[in-house]
């Protein structure tokens, strides 16, 4: 799916430009026009390639120089240079390859997104992805280390509750949480059969220029996550990761919200442009770099477009 879409933009952009050189280059000979046709094309297919190099494997396997073609991806930059020479002509785009996390949609999922109709209202930097192939890992002993209070209880109701500001780590199966506060903190599930009624108003620490906190974790993979109360109260500010399934219903949220499948039910208050300090990397996932994270296309330049002199 990720091919498929960055080949669609591909083309399209391409096109685009290779027609505005088309009217410039092909005014001395027909000749020159194919093989401008022919070379926009070359292009088009050496940069599908290189992005499916690049997002299915090792990131140094699409530096490669065969058949007049020559590709390198510079890591520092996050530049893909491709450089074709064929045709009696040349053309090199440099494209910039802006690494695309889960940290930085409004809705992330590690298989599928289904609205079912209705619209987030995400700003557009922040839109809906699905079909990542897998999510970032929680690191429990970071949390661990770090939490204010560990809760070790199963089958328990925190209920009225103010928790301290801070992590608060439950270990248990078959809770539920009913109407809880905790204004700067992040709460951290590793059982299953965890769920939340009435109306919780959660918030994370906001972090620093480079980092946030989350706000929910879930981590048993057969636990899901069901936002909903009766008022449609709730608020639940910093992002919420699960490793099973997210079901929104109604409330306030932030995002990210980040799940295997993310499913909305209703009308939703996503409050991403109020809380653009949410969208960064985020703590207790290990460093982003450890990640091989998809590439997409972020802005691309025109290096070279020429037509090759030939000796007679």
Known sequence: MLVAVLMVFVVFSFTGVAVLNVSYLSNSSSMETVNNIKLQYAVESSINESLWRINTGIDSLVNASADGVTTIFDPELNTLTV??????????????LSEDTHFDRGIAAEEQVILDGYDPGLEEENQVRGGFDFLPEADIQYFLDNATQVHNSSWKVWANNTFPDGIHVFTGNYIA????????????????????WGNNEI???????????????????????????????????????????????NGTVSGPII????????????????????????????????????KQIGHWKIHKWIKKHIAA
């Open 203 to 249: 918030t994370a620490p906001v972090g620093d220029s480079t980092s946030t906190s989350p706000a929910l974790i879930f981590t048993h993979p057969n636990q899901d996550f069901e936002m909903y109360s009766h008022e449609g109260n709730e608020s639940i500010i910093g992002a919420i990761y699960c490793k099973g399934n997210i079901t929104l219903n």
């Open 177 to 196: 949480l009913d109407d809880i506060r905790i204004t700067s903190g992040t709460l951290v599930f590793t059982g299953h059969h965890v769920s939340f």
């Open 259 to 294: 799940g295997k499948n993310v499913t909305m039910n209703g009308h939703y208050d996503f409050q991403d442009t109020e809380h653009s300090n949410r969208y960064r990397w985020t703590r207790g996932f290990g460093n982003r770099e450890n990640y091989d994270w998809p």
């Open 83 to 96: 450089n074709v020479d064929r045709f009696q002509m040349e053309s090199e785009i440099v494209l910039d």
